[in-house]
């Protein structure tokens, strides 16, 4: 607790120990559930609520249903047994309509909390009928001069608890604060300003309402209504930080003039074999506003595996050149790097525009002239390492969704601010995006360049994997390549496949087709070699971990095979599916799986039945929730108490278009 806390005119700021009953030892144990002041206090979330006004008599208790009932304790005691060392404390209620054993395992100092008299309430669910039992129920024990009416008659609020902190001493405290502290409780904005926030069935209730609702609600409904009502105060403090931060960069940071004049563009364009899609060119009109704005561009770039972003990049990065200005462009991984480093070399060579490589194993210079302007390529690692680009105008970050904006931000506050835009394949759910980059602009490629074929998904169970070999060496004889992907790149004895272990396999399985391995724990001249040769079609068969996942692109490749399939996410999946279909044959992506719970098998089958990166995206969320779906270290995550990025998105796009709207200095 910091000393500004404790003499803090913000009385909801006022450390727990403030509050009457709550010594050092009490706070000590609210500060292990992470409740340090009042107001944490006030938030601590019930974690169920109990129906308290009716109780279930006992005889009319039906197996393995939740349910609370009550009961005086008749009898009790300990059975010890292995020496000794095992225990069962067995507790016997009865209602007057049936006896109720409550048995505990190995806690015999459950004991010290039960006396034959006692009057206790019940929650759990029957495991047995003969004699009727309950294992490990949670219990309370009515004491005789408490507060009835807090503990019973109403929905009553169960909370997680600590070590030593009993449940009916931390709803007392809750009651006591609430009723002392409730006038307090002030709404961030006031006014009907919330009035218009979308799916509350009556008014929207007010902070203090909503809170108190949150403890002791009158209905069960009335739990969810302040939920949300609690969850719009965190996205809408959220979206005003995030308009905050946007109007002090935008006063401190003028924009370089990179929109170009279009005179590397034009032959760009007409040398270029294909022409770009409408997506394509409304996606270069925004981005070319952005260059020429006053601001320095802030913007995402989402468009599906293969919708044709690489592109895009070029253009940006000539518009920039043509301006005077040099531009980087960052991929995840130096295959992707090099990957990148080649394209643009090829496309930018007849243009006399210098590109360069730099990864931290090869520093390419290419032989053109680098007087001026030019186009660096590397990895994430080029703007952190130190090494300066002259003129740096524009900053290109492909296929990277895991940055919080702080981290974004360090990256480019390199002398003065270049343009920033972050292209991703990842779909991210619409949720996500508006808390993770609610400050950025967002363009979006909404079709895919013509003449692809489709890919088609199958999921199929290990023991198939016959069948499977057998459809591959049908179409590597028809001309075309494969990948066969491994969730691992050495056998853990987990037994999950690994790459190294499964290649030889895999030979056998489709010789005599010559087959490559990829993993990133080969050194990078021998990846680079592997790679080439199955661009160059001397290798048919790539082995691979999902170091493939990003943005090589192999248009004969129209063959994937995933092993033990559920050990990826789905978006995950989807960015390596993306990896075939990208030419003008027919591609099949099968996972092997042997997935064995429904909700594996649903996951798995939801990339049978859409190609639809958004609404892969969802489902992701859904089935793995935020912090899965970004990875752990995701930093600038916000963590909600009470936001649920899984089904508030009407609340975070209420709170974002509400936060714009508000006049200048509001914010
Ligand atoms: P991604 O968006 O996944 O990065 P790429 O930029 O790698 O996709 O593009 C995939 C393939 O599509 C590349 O071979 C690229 O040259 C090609 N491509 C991009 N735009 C078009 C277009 N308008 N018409 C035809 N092919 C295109
Ligand atoms: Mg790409």
Same mark, same amino acid.
């Given at each position: 607790m910091t000393v500004a806390a404790m003499h803090s005119p913000e009385p909801l700021l006022k450390p727990v120990g403030v509050l009457w009953g709550v010594g050092s030892e009490r706070s000590a144990q609210l500060a292990r559930l992470h409740i340090h002041t009042v107001e944490d206090l006030l938030l601590h979330r019930p974690r169920r609520y109990e129906d308290r006004r009716h109780f279930r008599p006992i005889a009319s208790l039906k197996l393995n249903e939740g349910v609370t009932t009550r009961g005086t304790v008749v009898a009790m005691g300990i059975k010890r047994f292995r020496r000794g060392t095992k225990s069962v404390f067995e507790l016997i209620l009865e209602d007057g309509t049936a006896r109720l054993h409550c048995r505990w395992w190995n806690l015999p100092f459950m004991e010290r909390y039960f006396e034959v008299g006692n009057d206790v309430v019940v929650f759990g669910k029957l495991n047995q009928l003969k004699p009727r039992t309950m294992d490990h129920p949670e219990t309370e024990v009515v004491e005789a001069g408490e507060e009835q009416f807090l503990h019973f008659n109403r929905w009553t609020p169960v909370?997680?608890?600590?070590?030593?902190?009993?449940?009916?001493?931390?709803?007392?405290?809750?009651?006591?604060?609430?009723?002392?502290?409730?006038?307090?409780?002030?709404?961030?904005?006031?006014?009907?300003?919330?009035?218009?926030?979308?799916?509350?069935?009556?008014?929207?209730?007010?902070?203090?309402?909503?809170?108190?609702?949150?403890?002791?609600?009158?209905?069960?409904?009335?739990?969810?209504?302040?939920?949300?009502?609690?969850?719009?105060?965190?996205?809408?403090?959220?979206?005003?930080?995030?308009?905050?931060?946007?109007?002090?960069?935008?006063?401190?940071?003028?924009?370089?003039?990179?929109?170009?004049?279009?005179?590397?563009?034009?032959?760009?364009?007409?040398?270029?074999?294909?022409?770009?899609?409408?997506?394509?060119?409304?996606?270069?009109?925004?981005?070319?506003?952005?260059?020429?704005?006053?601001?320095?561009?802030?913007?995402?770039?989402?468009?599906?595996?293969?919708?044709?972003?690489?592109?895009?990049?070029?253009?940006?990065?000539?518009m920039a050149v043509e301006s005077g200005y040099s531009a980087a462009v960052m991929a995840p991984t130096e295959i992707l790097a090099e990957q990148h480093y080649r394209t643009l070399n090829r496309w930018f060579a007849p243009l006399n525009v210098p590109v360069e490589l730099r990864t931290g194993s090869a520093r390419i210079e290419s032989s053109r002239p680098a007087a001026g302007a030019r186009v660096v390529v590397g990895t994430h690692a080029l703007l952190t390492s130190g090494c300066e680009i002259p003129r740096l105008g524009l900053v290109v970050i492909d296929e990277q969704h895991k940055f919080g904006v702080a981290q974004r931000e360090q990256l480019v506050r390199k002398g003065r601010y270049p343009h920033l835009l972050i292209m991703t394949a990842t779909p991210i759910p619409r949720t996500l995006g508006l808390t993770l980059y609610g400050d950025l602009d967002v363009s979006t490629i909404d079709a895919a360049p013509p003449g692809r074929g489709t890919v088609r998904t199958y999921v199929r169970p290990a023991d198939r994997l016959e069948r499977v070999w057998a459809f591959?060496?049908?179409?590597?004889?028809?001309?075309?390549?494969?990948?066969?992907?491994?969730?691992?790149?050495?056998?853990?004895?987990?037994?999950?496949? $690994?790459? !190294?272990? &499964?290649?030889? %396999?895999?030979? /056998?399985? +489709?010789?005599?087709?010559?087959? @490559?391995?990829?993993?990133?724990?080969?050194?990078?001249?021998?990846r680079d070699e592997v790679?080439?040769?199955?661009?160059?079609?001397?290798?048919?068969?790539?082995?691979?971990?999902?170091?493939?996942?990003?943005?090589?692109?192999?248009?004969?490749?129209?063959?994937?095979?995933?092993?033990?399939?559920?050990?990826?996410?789905?978006?995950?999946?989807?960015?390596?599916?993306?990896?075939?279909?990208?030419?003008?044959?027919?591609?099949?992506?099968?996972?092997?799986?042997? $997935?064995? !719970?429904? &909700?594996?098998? %649903?996951?798995? /089958?939801? +990339?049978?039945?859409?190609?639809? @990166?958004?609404?892969?995206?969802?489902?992701?969320?859904?089935?793995?929730?935020?912090?899965?779906?970004?990875?752990?270290?995701?930093?600038?995550?916000?963590?909600?108490?009470?936001?649920?990025?899984?089904?508030?998105?009407?609340?975070?796009?209420?709170?974002?278009?509400?936060?714009?709207?508000?006049?200048?200095?509001?914010?």
């Open positions: 909370y997680p608890l600590t070590e030593g902190l009993p449940q009916r001493w931390l709803r007392s405290l809750i009651w006591r604060t609430l009723n002392q502290f409730e006038a307090r409780i002030k709404d961030p904005l006031e006014g009907d300003w919330l009035a218009s926030a979308p799916g509350f069935p009556q008014r929207v209730p007010s902070r203090a309402e909503a809170i108190r609702a949150l403890h002791f609600p009158d209905t069960i409904e009335a739990v969810e209504t302040a939920r949300r009502r609690l969850a719009l105060d965190e996205f809408v403090a959220l979206q005003m930080q995030m308009r905050r931060r946007r109007e002090t960069f935008e006063s401190k940071a003028e924009a370089l003039p990179c929109g170009g004049d279009n005179r590397l563009m034009k032959p760009f364009l007409s040398a270029l074999g294909f022409k770009l899609t409408a997506s394509q060119t409304r996606v270069l009109r925004e981005i070319r506003a952005d260059l020429r704005g006053a601001h320095p561009m802030r913007r995402l770039l989402q468009g599906d595996v293969g919708s044709g972003k690489t592109v895009v990049a070029a253009c940006s990065a000539l591959v060496r049908d179409q590597l004889a028809k001309g075309r390549q494969a990948y066969v992907v491994y969730p691992r790149v050495e056998d853990a004895g987990t037994g999950i496949k $690994a790459v !190294t272990r &499964e290649f030889e %396999a895999v030979q /056998r399985a +489709l010789a005599p087709h010559a087959v @490559g391995l990829l993993h990133g724990r080969l050194p990078a001249r021998a790679m080439q040769a199955f661009r160059e079609g001397r290798i048919r068969v790539l082995v691979a971990t999902s170091l493939i996942e990003v943005g090589v692109d192999v248009p004969n490749a129209t063959v994937m095979v995933i092993e033990n399939a559920e050990q990826f996410g789905l978006a995950q999946l989807h960015q390596l599916r993306g990896r075939i279909g990208r030419g003008a044959h027919e591609s099949h992506c099968i996972l092997v799986s042997d $997935a064995d !719970t429904d &909700e594996a098998r %649903a996951r798995l /089958r939801v +990339l049978e039945e859409t190609t639809d @990166g958004f609404r892969i995206a969802e489902a992701d969320l859904k089935f793995r929730g935020p912090g899965e779906l970004l990875g752990r270290q995701q930093s600038g995550m916000p963590d909600f108490r009470f936001g649920d990025l899984v089904r508030d998105l009407d609340l975070i796009q209420w709170a974002r278009d509400a936060v714009k709207r508000l006049p200048c200095g509001k914010a």
